[in-house]
Structures are given as structure tokens and as C-alpha cells.
T-cell receptor, first 113, second 115 residues
Framework: TQLLEQSPQFLSIQEGENLTVYCNSSSVFSSLQWYRQEPGEGPVLLVTVVTGGEVKKLKRLTFQFGDARKDSSLHITAAQPGDTGLYLCAGTFRETSGSRLTFGEGTQLTVNP | NAGVTQTPKFQVLKTGQSMTLQCAQDMNHNSMYWYRQDPGMGLRLIYYSASEGTTDKGEVPNGYNVSRLNKREFSLRLESAAPSQTSVYFC??????????????FGNGTRLTVT
């Protein structure tokens, strides 16, 4: 069974601070996705990374995929209260069907004004 | 654009009762999924349907059954609800079950409490 570990589990910061969230696995990802979930809603896709070493930017969010495709990070610059939410990484693995997307436990981010 | 619609939004059941959670998508997606979300455990796949007419077990299928009624609709049934099935249930769809880039589109969840 492939496991995803996210850290930290909880993060509370002040507006304007920077932060990084991590997603790690002992297995090689075929692909990895990051989602954000707000209270009372379903997760919404932020980005998909496929290639080792890949870096993608979405406004103040920077996503990196490790060279060995076993880890990923999400960095937020100058966080705003609107960034508050649950950030989930989800990966597919070579060993399992592409239909079985495995989710991490999530990082609950709170940005205080 | 409705996307993925789940009904009901909230439900309270007594142990042993049965119910069906409904899900419909209007994006012409081939694949549909049922997840449950519990605190500290992330999203766990219950069942999925890679295409109309097929269903497969996910990580936690025990106590559940599914029906892919047509391309749009995928229902989840609890035959005899147990307190351990108290959770938030999410339906999702994707354009194809490929191993890489097909994103999931989620509904807003059904919050189920079993007493």
C-alpha cells in the first residue's frame, strides 16, 4: 500500500508570512496533484506535476516535484487570509491502477489577518 | 455549470438503517468515484467506476455497494449503517482513468451521522 505523508498537519501564520507544505512517499509517483479544500466544499485542483524536477507557479503558489519523484512541496509567498484551507496532495503510483488516486491527510492552513 | 451534484447534503441515520447517496455529473466524464473523508485520515477511496457499466472496489469498500446507473449517475448504498460509517462522503468524476493528469472534480459532500 502506497502512503503519502504530509507535513505539517496544522499551520497557523500571520498575513504576509511565507510557508512551505511538504508531501512525501516511499514509492515513486507517476503523477502528483495538489488540491485545496474550503469548509463545506469538495477539494479543488490547484496543479498537476508529472516530470521530476518540475516547478509550476500559480500566482503566489509555487509547486515543486522532486527529482526522484518521491516528494513535492507547495510554497506560498506572502500568505493572505484567502489562502486559508485544507491543502491535500494526491498521487498515482506506477504499481497501481491510474484510477486509484491516493490522498495525503492534508495540511490545515490558517492565515490570520 | 453544475459540475458534480450530490444529494442529500446532510443525513442522520440510526444503526441498521439503509440509505442511498446520489451523485450526478454533467461534464460527460467517463470515470466516477466515491470517497470518504475522516479527520486525520484524508480521503479514502470506497468504490470507483472507470467507465459506464464497470465498478471496482477501492481502499475501504466493506459495508457499501455502488451502482453506475448511466454515464451521468453513480450512487453509493449503505445497506445496514454502522456508527463507523459516520463520515463526509464525496463523489468525484474525471474525464478518464489515466495514470497521470486527469484531475478529479468533486461534489460538495454528504455529511452522514450514524447514531
Amino acid at each position: 500500500t502506497q502512503l503519502l505523508e504530509q507535513s505539517p498537519q496544522f499551520l497557523s501564520i500571520q498575513e504576509g508570512e511565507n510557508l512551505t507544505v511538504y508531501c512525501n512517499s516511499s514509492s515513486v509517483f507517476s503523477s502528483l496533484q495538489w488540491y485545496r479544500q474550503e469548509p463545506g466544499e469538495g477539494p479543488v485542483l490547484l496543479v498537476t506535476v508529472v516530470t521530476g524536477g518540475e516547478v509550476k507557479k500559480l500566482k503566489r503558489l509555487t509547486f515543486q516535484f522532486g527529482d526522484a519523484r518521491k516528494d513535492s512541496s507547495l510554497h506560498i509567498t506572502a500568505a493572505q487570509p484567502g489562502d486559508t484551507g485544507l491543502y491535500l496532495c494526491a498521487g498515482t503510483f506506477r504499481e497501481t491502477s491510474g484510477s486509484r488516486l491516493t490522498f495525503g491527510e492534508g495540511t490545515q492552513l490558517t492565515v490570520n489577518p | 455549470n453544475a459540475g458534480v451534484t450530490q444529494t442529500p447534503k446532510f443525513q442522520v441515520l440510526k444503526t441498521g438503517q439503509s440509505m442511498t447517496l446520489q451523485c450526478a455529473q454533467d461534464m460527460n466524464h467517463n470515470s466516477m468515484y466515491w470517497y470518504r473523508q475522516d479527520p486525520g485520515m484524508g480521503l479514502r477511496l470506497i468504490y470507483y467506476s472507470a467507465s459506464e457499466g464497470t465498478t471496482d472496489k477501492g481502499e475501504v469498500p466493506n459495508g457499501y455497494n455502488v451502482s453506475r446507473l448511466n454515464k451521468r449517475e453513480f450512487s453509493l448504498r449503505l445497506e445496514s449503517a454502522a456508527p463507523s460509517q459516520t463520515s463526509v462522503y464525496f463523489c468525484a468524476s474525471s474525464s478518464c482513468p489515466g495514470p497521470t493528469t486527469s484531475p478529479l472534480h468533486f461534489g460538495n459532500g454528504t455529511r452522514l451521522t450514524v447514531t
